[in-house]
């Protein structure tokens, strides 16, 4: 029962996400939750597009999770905030933000396909943030369901201990239930998948379900050493202490408990939410959070709804009813009209409501307390990962991490009017999804959209459309090319000659151009004029004016780079040289002397560091190779290739897509600019 302040005790509070490789059952598994809870009362389905939490016009075109979505329902006592987050990959990065702010998780596999490619990148996500995990092997009433098979492969792949304390009850389409080897009882699902309860273990079944819970208990016994000295002791382990070290492996992460069911058809989804309230960890069981103060001094911050407030924002969006911050409370208590501090911004922020958080509905809330999950209306400055926090006990919290975009595509406005539109769309969507990268290409005037892969961007694209009625143009950038010279000219003579009455323009002088080896090395210019033939202040002004020149190149009129210009001879008049006149000298006599040189276009080039499995390798460098790419080392280590290669940035469009696919989504790549190097001859007209 909730207090009349709407807060619950910490420790009957569970804040945990959902994680799997795409269509493994996450949000199946979610809907499925909520109908067990009764938060909802009809079970929602992803191919009919009547999900609660994929509620994202788009989610229900595609029948994917794109946009993490936090739920709240209570269980046995206890309230859940639940966040189903995406599983493909090119939304790692909303994965990372929940991962920051959640205690725990539960990892769904598919029984058939064991661990995933993405299964193992989000189980590193989740290592990293030391989230306990508990695994839910979904799909049991498949063909070729496997639990035993699962289970090893998140031995082989993921290596903590799985320990399996459910076997299931029939297989493939018989799956009726599962044996619950803690308490050795039969839990069964109707054909309706309504709960039949537990019951004795079959009889058929009682010698495979004793040799499984003997398994159970001598891998726990390995673990844990309280279990292991009852182990000693007696030869067994009672349910007590089954169960408690159980929960204490899961919340130090040295193992992970295993279930099964099938969420589609409703099987094993009770027992699943008894095992988040039994194995997962409160607000109370996770170390105190720590921040940095106003004087660069570390603090922590028990989950204490006395305490002064901190809370640590990790999703923006924009809603009809105005805009939604999410927050996840560590510490204090903040009521309705409170005033915070954004400690990331250095301002303050009032309150206006608190919302308890249902996906695309809210309950309104009076106030929210340490371990809550909430989303509150009236902050105009917070972003994901700002701090927001008492202004008499300021805290800035580590935000999430971003990732680097890997994929860019130039986007425009498809009617000129709509310029200024399609600019503020962008702004919003780059703050409600730091992982989008928004910038003007200052040479070619685009306007570059940056993010995690193809599908990440046209998901972008495809909101500014539909919710700002926009028309918008995607192409591929154009990419910055220079220009350089390949073979130099000497003694090149230029005069600048000019006679319009009142006093002209005199300046002649001599060049030698030459490459310097390096494209990126920009202009060296020097003079060897003896005799004073041109005076040092007109040096300093040819020199001015071949800086000049070096703007337009003479093969596309790209920047000119990596040449050296050396002023041999000229002459000056006395009446009519001057600085002008030499300065034009110089722009215009080594623009006539690079048509003359042999000139090499060049174009931007990337090291690229991409990892995969040995079995993807021959894949992976004939790719390379097709897009001109040069090979520059490669390593094995730990079952994985890292291969390094220079590779023309403009061949990298599109690669994070080819890379998944030739990898079964197993390959990772990094790119790092790194200058020029000469573009191909363009094939000749016929």
């Not at 300021?394 to 200024?420: I, K, N, Q, W, Y």
Request: proline share 6%; glycine share 12%; net charge negative.
């Amino acid at each position: 029962m909730r207090n009349p302040t709407n807060a619950t005790p910490l420790t009957t509070v569970r804040n945990l996400g959902i994680l799997a490789h795409v269509d493994a059952g996450k949000t199946t598994v979610t809907e499925r939750i909520l109908y067990a809870t009764g938060t909802t009362h009809r079970r929602g389905e992803v191919h009919d597009g009547t999900t609660v939490t994929d509620f994202d016009p788009q989610e229900r075109d595609r029948g994917i999770t794109i946009f993490a979505a936090a739920v709240s329902c209570t269980w046995d006592g206890h309230r859940i905030n639940l966040i189903d987050t995406p599983g493909h990959v090119d939304f790692a990065d909303e994965v990372e933000r929940a991962l920051r702010v959640l205690d725990g998780a539960v990892a769904v596999f598919d029984a058939v396909a064991g661990v995933e490619p993405q299964s193992e990148s989000v189980w590193r996500q989740a290592d990293r943030h030391g989230v306990p995990r508990i695994a839910f092997v979904n799909k049991m009433d498949r063909a070729g369901a496997d639990l035993d098979a699962a289970v090893a492969s998140i031995r082989e792949r993921l290596h903590p201990a799985p320990l399996a304390v459910q076997m299931p009850i029939g297989a493939e389409d018989a799956f009726t239930g599962v044996v619950d080897l803690v308490r050795m009882r039969a839990l069964t699902w109707g054909d309706d998948g309504e709960y039949g309860g537990g019951a004795p273990v079959p009889d058929e079944l009682c010698a495979e379900a004793r040799r499984r819970r003997r398994l159970l208990e001598e891998a726990v016994a390995e673990l844990h050493p309280g279990a292991l000295e009852e182990f000693c002791d007696t030869g067994s382990l009672g349910t007590g202490t089954l169960t408690a070290a159980l929960r204490d492996l899961t919340r130090g992460g040295d193992a992970v408990v295993v279930l099964c069911g099938s969420a589609y058809r409703n099987r094993g989804v009770e027992p699943l939410l008894d095992a988040v309230l039994a194995y997962l960890p409160s607000p109370l069981d996770v170390p105190p959070v720590r921040g940095t103060d106003d004087g660069g001094g570390e603090q922590e911050r028990a989950a204490d709804p006395a305490a002064p407030f901190a809370a640590l924002a990790f999703k923006v969006t924009a809603t009809a009813t105005g805009r939604l911050t999410y927050l996840r409370v560590y510490a204090g208590t903040i009521g309705k009209g409170d005033t915070v501090w954004d400690a990331t911004a250095r301002r303050g922020e009032r309150v206006g409501r608190i919302l308890r958080v249902r996906a695309d509905r809210h309950a309104p809330l009076d106030r929210a307390v340490a371990g809550d999950i909430v989303a509150v209306v009236g902050l105009k400055s917070a972003r994901a990962g700002s701090t927001l926090c008492a202004p008499d006990a300021p805290l800035v919290l580590e935000p999430p991490g971003v990732a680097e975009p890997v994929v860019s595509v130039a986007v425009e406005a498809l009617r000129g009017t709509d310029t200024g539109r399609l600019a503020s769309a962008l702004g919003r969507l780059a703050e409600e999804d730091p992982s989008l990268v928004v910038r003007t290409d200052p040479e070619t005037g685009q306007t570059v959209l940056s993010g995690m892969g193809e599908l990440h961007l046209e998901v972008a694209v495809e909101k500014i459309r539909r919710e700002h009625g926009l028309g918008v143009g995607v192409g591929r950038p154009r990419v910055s090319h220079r220009e350089t010279v390949g073979r130099g000219v000497s003694g090149f003579v230029y005069r600048h000659v000019k006679q319009d009455g009142g006093a002209g323009q005199f300046a002649h002088v001599v060049l030698d151009v030459e490459p310097l080896g390096t494209p990126e090395a920009g202009l060296e210019f020097r003079s060897v004029v003896v005799g004073g033939r041109v005076p040092q202040e007109y040096v300093r002004a040819v020199e001015a004016g071949c800086r000049d020149a070096l703007a337009e190149g003479p093969l596309g009129g790209h920047p000119v780079t990596g040449l050296r210009v050396t002023l041999t001879d000229g002459s000056t008049h006395v009446k009519d040289s001057s600085d002008t006149a030499f300065r034009t000298a110089g722009r215009f006599g080594l623009r006539d002397a690079l048509r003359a040189c042999r000139m090499v276009l060049l174009e931007p080039v990337a090291e690229v560091t991409v990892t995969v499995p040995e079995d993807a390798v021959g894949a992976v460098l004939g790719d390379l190779a097709a897009r001109r790419g040069r090979v520059t080392g490669s390593v094995t280590r730990a079952g994985a290739t890292v291969v390094t290669a220079t590779v023309p940035l403009a061949e990298l469009f599109g690669y994070a897509t080819r890379l998944r696919s030739r990898t079964q989504g197993r390959g990772t790549f990094t790119a790092r600019p790194t200058g020029y190097a000469p573009a191909p001859a363009p094939a000749p007209v016929r």
